[in-house]
């Protein structure tokens, strides 16, 4: 049966919107070798933009409104036309989005993991008291305190380069930062060891892209169906619920991590103070169909043990 049906026509271009950060590019880049050789006879065009989020980097994001400041002008590109998709880190994507876009496709997680990066030390285990870890997130550093007190947690920001070069100027004697994007960027030999999820559990979405599109377009929804990769898919769409249920999209320690097993969606959450003194956990396991309600009921058990005293301390 050939590729056209009555409801099917394959693309003849696609324009991606994207950041213009090496790893936005990579992503983008990976998602058009990707529907290149899904649709032979397609063009396929990144259309590169700096967005207000990468104009201020070096900031805290919580400071200046969130992490919406890296989609917006790519939506905006959505809306006009301009673009057909954007490709996105799942994790940078807000947990609410606004009403005439859709994410359709979450493709096959990369490690979701975050990854120790030293030249000086073997591990965190392996850090005298008083060593410095930076980390550009208040999920890592809380649990960084939680297990390990003696080490003295500090921010670090900037896109990948700029925190590795940071490191290297000796600012940091080790950073956290996410595995899956060392290993795209062709950096995986800087990873010294990857933190276990019970040592770190991920960001909603870590290591995951998402591809967004106005929700009216069910022609792109249904060129990017193959991209679609169901387990993580439903893994993704429950950590997002435990955050969206939470916290929104604003930036605040918690954690939330799904995993297939047997067949079933293992989901686990935590939400904690910055200097890690007061941490819930929570644990479900559900079918991955139900895996919006798996995340709200994981909120729940969360609320449960007094998660919203703990995010309205930190407000
Ligand atoms: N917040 C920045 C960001 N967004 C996505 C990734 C890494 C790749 C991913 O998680 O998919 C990173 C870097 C980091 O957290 O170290």
């Known amino acids: 049966m050939s590729a056209t049906t009555a409801d099917f026509t394959p693309p003849e271009r696609i324009v991606i919107a994207t950041r213009e950060s090496r790893l936005a590019l990579w992503q983008a880049e990976h998602v058009k070798a990707r529907l290149e050789s899904l649709y032979p006879g397609c063009r396929v065009e990144l259309l590169g933009m700096t967005t207000r989020g990468d104009q201020i980097l070096d900031r805290p994001l919580a400071k200046v409104g969130g992490k919406g400041l ?37 493709s096959a997680r990369e490690v979701p993991l975050d990854a120790f990066v030293s030249s000086r030390y073997e591990s965190l285990a392996d850090m005298p008291p008083g060593a410095v870890v930076g980390t550009s997130s208040l999920r890592r550093e809380s649990q960084l305190h939680a297990q390990y007190p003696m080490l003295s947690v500090t921010s670090l920001r900037g896109n990948l380069d700029t925190r590795l070069r940071k490191l290297d100027e000796g600012q940091y004697d080790a950073i956290i930062l996410a595995a899956a994007g060392l290993k795209r960027l062709g950096l995986a030999d800087r990873i010294r060891g990857e933190l276990p999820s019970e040592v770190s559990l991920p960001a909603a979405g870590q290591g995951a892209l998402g591809i967004e599109c106005l929700a009216s377009r069910t022609d792109v929804a249904a060129w990017l169906a193959p991209l679609n990769d169901a387990d993580t898919s439903a893994c993704v769409r429950a950590e997002r619920a435990v955050s969206r249920a939470l916290a929104g999209s604003c930036e605040v320690p918690l954690g939330a991590y799904g995993e297939m097993r047997d067949g079933l969606l293992w989901l686990r959450g935590f939400v904690a103070l910055p200097d890690g003194s007061r941490m819930v956990r929570a644990e479900r396991e559900g079918r991955p169909e139900d895996c919006e309600s798996l995340g709200l009921a994981l909120a729940n058990d969360l609320r449960s043990q007094g998660a919203e005293e703990i995010l309205a301390q930190i407000g």
Not at 73 to 89: F, P, T
């Open 70 to 106: 890296f989609v917006k002008e790519l939506e905006a590109a959505l809306l006009d036309g301009r673009a057909d998709i954007a490709v996105h880190s799942m994790k940078d994507v807000p947990m609410q989005l606004t009403e005439p876009f859709a994410l359709p496709c979450i």
